[in-house]
């Protein structure tokens, strides 16, 4: 039997990560490793908590000797890390809390993967999940491919691109198995309600505003939550060993475009009139070095892998906006801040 550790698995992305390979691969033993930071939620994890191939870790990578202790323990034949600090704001606020998180943290995983794995890097692989951002800002035009420049604008990004290159450095210095990705915006169920499509589901409902900054006019390229896990699994079974692979949903969207499309949905789906949701949209001064556009080429997963998004948009979005119009209690409980009880509720006496 396998032993998969993943990182940050309490979290938004690695919570649908961890749900696929628990679900999937009974065969593996999948170990969640998470701090339980604010985005970090079990309930996310409810249906797959009693599975008897999944284990629940509570730990903190910046933490060296506690990661070499798992590491030893459970003799992990292969990582997906995806434990971060990810918030953009929060990074220009506490660039530290990043530069600890995910450079230490990550060095700390590469450190105990060497020192356990030895010699004997047979059938190992580190898989280490990045983010479109290192890349910089795109003008109107063009997309980033995995040659492009690192060009990091946020004490966030730098921090991911950091982190980025010493998994490379492992790679060629000391011949670690790595392989890694970087994706665009990822949106679906179970995200924390500080970005910005389930922060605006919750205040259209509760008629509070909807801050936009500056004139709304910074493009992301859009990515459902699922579809990326299924990238992931690709990746980490079939990517090639020391390559990056870019992860896009091909899906280019205004950030104004997309909060009208998202009022548009609500006021339809809460039976109110037609633009009574828009007058909620307030403009607020730019966040500091705010990135203008991000769009992926994700060609080389697809010719390499077979992977394309699966899910269009407008399907996508409309099964995001139902589900959490359909899962009010976990939506206020996180809001509220009662999910962080979840832990001592359930994992209390066992861990």
Same mark, same amino acid.
């Not at 992931?232 to 390559?243: A, P, S, T, V």
């Not at 339809?268 to 080429?297: M, N, Q, W």
């Given at each position: ?234 990746? /980490?079974?079939? =990517?090639? @060993? ?7 949903? #091909?899906? *280019? %969207?205004? $950030? ?56 269009? /948009?407008?399907? =996508?979005? @409309? ?7 359909? #899962?009010? *209690? %976990?939506? $206020? ?19």
């Amino acid at each position: 039997m396998k032993t998969i550790l993943i990182t940050g698995g309490a979290g938004f992305i690695g919570s649908h990560v961890v749900r696929l390979f628990v679900k999937k691969y009974p065969d593996y033993r999948i170990v969640n490793l998470d701090k339980l930071t604010y985005a970090g939620n079990l309930a996310n994890l409810k249906d797959v908590e009693n599975c008897p191939n999944y284990i629940f870790e509570k730990a903190d990578i910046t933490d060296g000797g506690r990661m070499l202790e798992l590491f030893s323990a459970y003799r992990f034949d292969g990582v997906i890390h995806l434990a971060a600090e990810s918030h953009v704001d929060r990074s220009i606020l506490n660039p530290m809390e990043f530069i600890l998180t995910n450079i230490v943290g990550t060095v700390n995983l590469l450190n105990a993967a060497r020192a356990t794995w030895g010699e004997d890097m047979q059938g190992k692989r580190f898989y280490h999940i990045s983010t479109d951002e290192v890349y910089g800002s795109l003008d109107d035009e063009g997309k980033f491919l995995e040659t492009t420049p690192y060009d990091p604008r946020s004490p966030y990004s730098a921090s991911k691109a950091s982190s980025d290159h010493l998994v490379r450095a492992y790679f060629h210095t000391y011949h670690l198995p790595a392989v890694l990705s970087n994706c665009s915006n990822n949106y679906g169920p179970y995200q924390f309600p500080e970005k910005l499509i389930p922060l605006f589901i919750h205040n259209i409902r509760n008629n509070k505003p909807l801050p936009v900054y500056g004139k709304g006019e910074n493009v992301r390229d859009w990515l459902y939550v699922v579809d990326h896990a299924k990238a992931i699994d690709l990746i /980490f079974h079939k =990517g090639r @060993e020391g390559e990056t692979y870019n992860i896009g949903g #091909n899906n *280019e %969207w205004q $950030n104004i475009q997309l909060i009208r499309k998202l009022c548009e949905i609500m006021d339809r789906k809460l039976g109110r009139e037609a633009g009574e949701s828009e007058k909620l949209i307030t403009f607020v001064k730019d966040r500091a070095g705010h990135d203008l556009r991000y769009a992926i080429d994700a060609t080389k997963i697809k010719n390499e892998l077979g992977w394309e998004p699966a899910i269009r /948009f407008t399907e =996508g979005f @409309e099964t995001t906006v139902d589900w959490y119009l359909s #899962n009010e *209690e %976990w939506l $206020n409980n996180v809001t509220s801040g009662d999910y962080q009880k979840y832990y001592e509720e359930q994992y209390g006496k066992r861990v």
